[in-house]
């Protein structure tokens, strides 16, 4: 069964730091892309960042560019998001996501979500 | 770069057919054969529900289908069920860059 397990959600100041962790078993990991993808709170989807298999490549909504380093472990089955520079408009539940391959913005397999809320 | 445009709400009546719209531009939608919609109840993920405009994930009954036109993508739900009451978004490729784009998500209310 695909499991993918996010952690590291909490409360951060704002210009605060906070690094999300993302377990992932039941398939094998180093075959896929990995996301993230974030909702804030009454608010639709936003796409936020993906990985290529071997880390080899990266994206970032503009948003967050500059900010976020996504990051992954293929020996761990761990996918990782560092946010730095947290602002107020980062609070949002960050869901880690399987996409099925490369280009599609198929995302197959979703977490159960961490929420992060930036806050004084 | 903005969200895709979908309705903020539609509604049918068990039984019925109801089709959400998601309009992009020529950047994602209308150039791209990457389109996919979500499902998503109170509370939960999101589920998919369609990928590759038209591809329908194992488990996915057949009630729910995709299609584009130009820059506009549709997801049509036939013979409505109580369970499909929930929200849903579409998705689209955006670029090698920017990657992708989701639409502001439709409240599906069965009457």
């Known amino acids: 069964e695909v499991q993918l397990v996010e952690s590291g959600g909490g409360l951060v100041q704002p210009g605060g730091s906070l690094r999300l962790s993302c377990a992932a078993s039941?398939?094998?990991?180093?075959?896929?892309?990995m996301h993230w993808v974030r909702q804030a709170p009454g608010e639709g989807l936003v796409w936020v960042s993906r990985?290529?298999?071997?880390?080899?490549?990266?994206n970032y909504a503009d948003s967050v560019e500059g900010r976020f380093t996504i990051s992954r472990d293929n020996a761990k089955n761990t996918v990782h998001l560092q946010m730095n520079s947290l602002r107020a408009d980062d609070t949002a539940v960050y869901y880690c996501?399987?996409?099925?391959?490369?280009?599609?913005?198929?995302?197959?397999?979703w977490g159960q979500g961490a929420l992060v809320t930036v806050s004084s | 770069q903005s969200a895709l445009t979908q309705p903020r709400s539609v509604s049918g009546s068990p039984g019925q057919s109801v089709t959400i719209s998601c309009t992009g531009t020529s950047s994602d939608i209308g150039g791209s054969s990457y389109v996919s919609w979500y499902q998503q109840h109170p509370g939960k993920a999101p589920k998919l529900m369609i990928y590759d405009v038209t591809e329908r994930p194992s488990g996915v009954p057949a009630r729910f289908s995709g299609s584009k036109s130009g820059s506009t993508a549709y997801l049509t739900i036939s013979g409505l069920q109580a369970d499909d009451e929930s929200d849903y978004y579409c998705c689209s490729y955006a670029g090698s860059y920017t990657f992708a784009i989701f639409g502001g998500g439709t409240r599906l209310t069965v009457l």
């Open positions: 996501v399987r996409g099925l391959y490369g280009p599609s913005v198929g995302f197959d397999y």
């Open positions: 039941g398939f094998t990991f180093s075959n896929f892309w």
């Open positions: 990985i290529h298999t071997e880390g080899s490549s990266t």
